[in-house]
Each structure stands twice: as C-alpha cells, then as structure tokens.
C-alpha cells in the first residue's frame, strides 16, 4: 500500500475546480491512491479531459456545475454520492477571484465571489456532511482557504480575502460537528501556487517578488498542494480536524 494512499483505495471523493490547477492536481493525486474521483467544475471540454486522463479505476465521473448556483447545490452532491461505491470525502478547491480595489467593487462581483468561495463552501460542506453521517463510517472534508486569511488582502484581493477568512471560520464549525461521527474537517491554505488564479490579474515581477521572499525562494506546484490535500484524505490524518494547513514554503509561519 502507498503510504499516502492509505485508506484511500475504493474511496469515493468529490473534487470542486477539478478543471483548475490545484484541483486537477489533488483529483490526479487521489486517483492515483486507488480514489473512485467525482470530477466537479463548470461545463467544459477541460473537465471532460480531465477525467478521461485520470488513472486507476475506470469509474470516474465528471459532474458539471456552476458552484453559484445555490439551489443546485444539494441535489448534485446527493446524485454524485449515489454514483459513488463509497462516499469518503469532498475537496473543495473551486473558488474564484477578481482583483478590484474596494472601489471597484460591485454587488455583482461581491455575490460572485462570496457565492462560489463561501456559500457554496457552506452548501457543500453541509450536504457532504449530512451524507457521510448517513453514512455512519467517517469521512473528511477539505476546504481551500488562502494565506490571506492571515496577513490580510494583497494586490486588490479584498473580497476573496474576505470570503477565505470566512472557509477558516466556517471549516473549525463543521470540524465540531461532524467530529463525533469520525469526519475530519481541515482547510488547506496555499501560498503562491504556479496555477491560472495565481496569474489572473498579476504580473511575472510581482510574482517574482513574492518567490524572492519565501524561504524556499520559489513558487510552489500544484502537485505540491494536492500530496496535502492526499494526506488529509487519508488514515494517516486520522487526528488531525480543525486545522488550517499551511502549505506556502515557509513565506507565512504559524
Ligand atoms: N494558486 C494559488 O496561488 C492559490 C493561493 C491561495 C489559495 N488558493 C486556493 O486554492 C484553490 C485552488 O486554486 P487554483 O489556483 O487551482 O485555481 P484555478 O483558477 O486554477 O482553479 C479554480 C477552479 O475553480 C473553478 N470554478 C470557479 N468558479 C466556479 C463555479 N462557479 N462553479 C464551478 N467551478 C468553478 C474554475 O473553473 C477552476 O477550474 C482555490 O480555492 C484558491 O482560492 C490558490
């Protein structure tokens, strides 16, 4: 057995921004473990591709959805779990940022971003939660915060920031709840991850200057972030619920 895919083979796990770069990194990586992946993002040929590459089983399936749609939200993770052998986890890595300063900002493009990165956070966490409990057998659920939840917005971010300040708060409420039921809840706080987010609305230099100041003095990978979120799926983290991991190569320390 691989070390990190321990516990992993035939587990069934939902995997949002499975299009984007963090996403199809952890949803490549739990497949990888012996993970039945339920491949979620918007429409798209990127989806499709996604899921037609992953390895392992056979059984993988994609299920297109915009994350902004609330009232959706239920009946998709509760039609994904009926498709999975063994519901054991959600990884919620979608979200969506526009960089504005404060004046900028519209209700339009608050709703946007609060509606994908927090409320659908909550929907999600809720159903995966109710279901797994069903369920009676344990399970994880990892969210995907942002090292702006600790050193504040940067670079135009105020309203991502804001909402990602929320997934902490709201990841250490669902960790009290489900905890009595075996269900870990942790979030994932990347720092600067090579990934189309990480380029949105930037520029090379800036990017450079954030590397020059992480103790590793690079950018981080994808697939780096995925082998955290594995780890949190797996039995090795089998103690580890409430926690904020941090995954920045040393450019945010707690
Ligand atoms: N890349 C970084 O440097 C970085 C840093 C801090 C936090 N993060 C967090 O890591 C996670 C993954 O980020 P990434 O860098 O892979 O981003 P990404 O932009 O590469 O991928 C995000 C994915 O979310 C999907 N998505 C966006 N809106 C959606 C919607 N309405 N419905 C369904 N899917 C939707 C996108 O289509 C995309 O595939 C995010 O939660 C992000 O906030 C990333």
Redesign the pocket.
């Known amino acids: 057995m691989a070390l990190l895919g321990a516990g992993l083979e035939g587990a069934g796990v939902i995997v ?2 499975a ?5 199809e990194a952890t949803a490549r990586a739990l497949a990888e473990a012996g993970a039945q992946v339920c491949a979620l ?2 429409p798209g040929p990127a989806l499709d591709d996604l899921v037609a590459a992953l390895p392992g089983r056979q059984d993988h399936f994609a299920l297109p ?4 749609d609330t009232s959706a939200l239920d009946p998709a993770v509760h039609d994904a779990v009926e498709h999975l052998d063994r519901f054991w986890g959600l990884v919620h ?5 526009q960089r504005q300063s404060p004046e900028e900002v519209t209700e339009e493009t608050w709703d946007a971003q609060l509606d ?1 990165n927090l409320k659908a956070t909550f929907w999600l966490n809720r159903a995966a939660g109710e279901l797994l409990v069903a369920r009676g057998q344990g399970g994880r659920i990892i969210n ?1 915060t ?2 702006a939840w600790m050193t504040g917005p940067m670079l135009d971010s105020d309203v991502y920031s804001a909402s ?1 300040g929320g997934v902490v708060t709201m990841t250490k409420g669902f960790a009290r709840r489900l905890g009595a039921a075996g269900i870990t809840v942790n979030a994932i706080s ?1 720092g ?2 090579e ?4 380029r949105k609305q930037n520029t090379p230099e800036a990017m450079a200057a954030v590397a020059a100041n992480c103790p590793l003095g690079r950018t981080g990978t ?1 697939a780096e972030v995925a082998a955290v979120a594995v780890f949190l799926a797996s039995s090795h983290a089998s103690f580890v619920s409430g926690a904020t991991i941090n995954v920045s190569g040393g450019l945010l320390m707690y």
């Open positions: 949002t921004g299009a984007g770069g963090i996403g993002d918007l959805l915009d994350l902004g890595a979608a979200a969506f940022l994908v995907f942002s090292a990602k990347p600067q991850i990934t189309a987010m990480q994808a």
